[in-house]
């Protein structure tokens, strides 16, 4: 099937022949893998994307319309997945950033409970000093 044209093999591929898709895996997936590589720098996530573009195109077999070129629509689908793989790490970055942020915001708080609770314990050791020392410690805090 290698020397039958995109048409043909999608035509075939809508009639659930396996042996067009794995013509057209075998046709398009280096193309495939070398976009998501460009953009990823990972191969285990550039093979996971192109797996799940190709699952998708075999689910969906039956209701493809593609309108441009296969070479085309291919490139432009996997495109797309990984931009919504970018957004998707970008934000759990983001609400990492957030969280961490709150983190340290709590330990700032904490330490100023801690401070305050010993100025609390330094303000009743002051009272306990003679009256002209106790007035001089005051005026310090």
Same mark, same amino acid.
């Given at each position: 099937?290698?020397?039958?044209? *995109?048409?043909?093999?999608?035509?075939? +591929?809508?009639?659930? *022949?396996?042996?067009?898709?794995?013509?057209?895996?075998?046709?398009?997936? @280096? =193309? /495939?893998?070398?976009?998501?590589?460009?953009?990823?720098?990972?191969? *285990?996530?550039?093979?996971?994307? $192109?797996? =799940? $573009?190709?699952?998708?195109?075999?689910?969906? !077999?039956?209701?493809?319309?593609?309108?441009?070129?296969?070479? =085309?629509? +291919?490139?432009?689908?996997?495109?797309? %997945?990984?931009?919504?793989?970018?957004?998707? &790490?970008? +934000?759990?970055?983001?609400?990492?950033? $957030?969280?961490?942020?709150? %983190? /340290?915001? *709590?330990?700032?708080?904490?330490?100023?409970?801690?401070?305050?609770?010993?100025?609390? !314990?330094? %303000? &009743? /050791?002051?009272?306990?000093? @003679?009256?002209? %020392?106790? !007035?001089?410690?005051?005026?310090?805090?």
């Amino acid at each position: 099937m290698k020397e039958h044209s *995109d048409i043909d093999l999608l035509t075939a +591929l809508m009639q659930d *022949d396996e042996l067009a898709f794995t013509t057209l895996y075998t046709r398009y997936q @280096p =193309s /495939l893998f070398e976009v998501c590589m460009k953009y990823l720098k990972n191969e *285990d996530t550039a093979h996971d994307v $192109v797996q =799940s $573009v190709f699952m998708w195109v075999w689910e969906n !077999r039956k209701d493809l319309t593609i309108d441009t070129n296969l070479r =085309s629509y +291919l490139c432009t689908t996997t495109k797309n %997945r990984i931009l919504n793989l970018l957004r998707h &790490e970008n +934000l759990a970055i983001q609400n990492d950033y $957030v969280y961490a942020q709150e %983190r /340290l915001s *709590d330990q700032s708080w904490l330490e100023k409970m801690q401070h305050e609770g010993q100025l609390t !314990r330094l %303000r &009743e /050791l002051i009272k306990q000093l @003679p009256e002209q %020392r106790c !007035r001089i410690c005051e005026m310090k805090i």
